[in-house]
T-cell receptor
Framework: NAGVTQTPKFRILKIGQSMTLQCTQD?????MYWYRQDPGMGLKLIYY???????DKGEVPNGYNVSRSTTEDFPLRLELAAPSQTSVYFC?????????????FGPGTRLTVL | GNSVTQMEGPVTLSEEAFLTINCTYT??????LFWYVQYPGEGLQLLLK?????DKGSNKGFEATYRKETTSFHLEKGSVQVSDSAVYFC?????????????FGKGTKLTVNP
């Protein structure tokens, strides 16, 4: 069972470049999330989605965009990369609205912007 | 706003030592509380949770009790193993009552030596 998969695992970008971080889950979960984890810090929510076609901003959405055309996929787009976006990005999914149910996390994408 | 404060790390222990990682929170209402663990190179995994006051979450020998009077959710284990070396995150739901969002503490890195 694959769970939540993320690609790529690592990426180095130059300032101003763009890229898409991919996230796919095979558990038929409606709820999906993108977090960033800065060194020595907890995770912060960037965007989340409650189902295909529905997305909403989290705590730190600036500089990012998302889309949710299918239940399985929730890509995160960086349009103009900045050094402040250097971080580890985690995608997660959940079967229900309630966070009291388990959130399943992907292995992360380590992004460096130079 | 709601927040989580964890004890600063890193924490270094010898195998079979007793572990406590302190976590206190600030929240309106009664959030659900969680401990997540992140092993090296991996995403976060739910370790345990408690959804109401006086509940005790437990898993893999770890325990934490939801203390409303002290707004705390300290993580404990009686005898740690080398395989417990990881970063531990305390988290709560925001807003309380089952929302899409988690608020994380900064994490505490635990190293267990043989």
């Amino acid at each position: 069972n694959a769970g939540v998969t993320q690609t790529p695992k690592f990426r180095i970008l130059k300032i101003g470049q763009s890229m898409t971080l991919q996230c796919t889950q095979d558990m038929n979960h409606n709820y999906m999330y993108w977090y960033r984890q800065d060194p020595g810090m907890g995770l912060k929510l960037i965007y989340y989605s409650v189902g295909a076609g529905i997305t909403d901003k989290g705590e730190v959405p600036n500089g990012y965009n998302v889309s949710r055309s299918t239940t399985e996929d929730f890509p995160l787009r960086l349009e103009l990369a900045a050094p402040s976006q250097t971080s580890v990005y985690f995608c997660a999914s959940s079967p229900t609205r309630s966070i009291a149910d388990t959130q399943y996390f992907g292995p992360g994408t380590r992004l460096t912007v130079l | 706003g709601n927040s989580v404060t964890q004890m600063e790390g890193p924490v270094t222990l010898s195998e079979e030592a007793f572990l406590t990682i302190n976590c206190t929170y600030t929240a309106t209402g009664y959030p659900s509380l969680f401990w997540y663990v992140q092993y090296p190179g991996e995403g976060l995994q739910l370790l345990l949770k408690a959804t109401k006051a006086d509940d005790k979450g437990s898993n893999k020998g770890f325990e934490a009790t939801y203390r409303k009077e002290t707004t705390s959710f300290h993580l404990e284990k009686g005898s740690v193993q080398v395989s417990d070396s990881a970063v531990y995150f305390c988290a709560l739901t925001e807003p309380p009552g089952g929302s899409e969002k988690l608020v994380f503490g900064k994490g505490t890195k635990l190293t267990v030596n043989p």
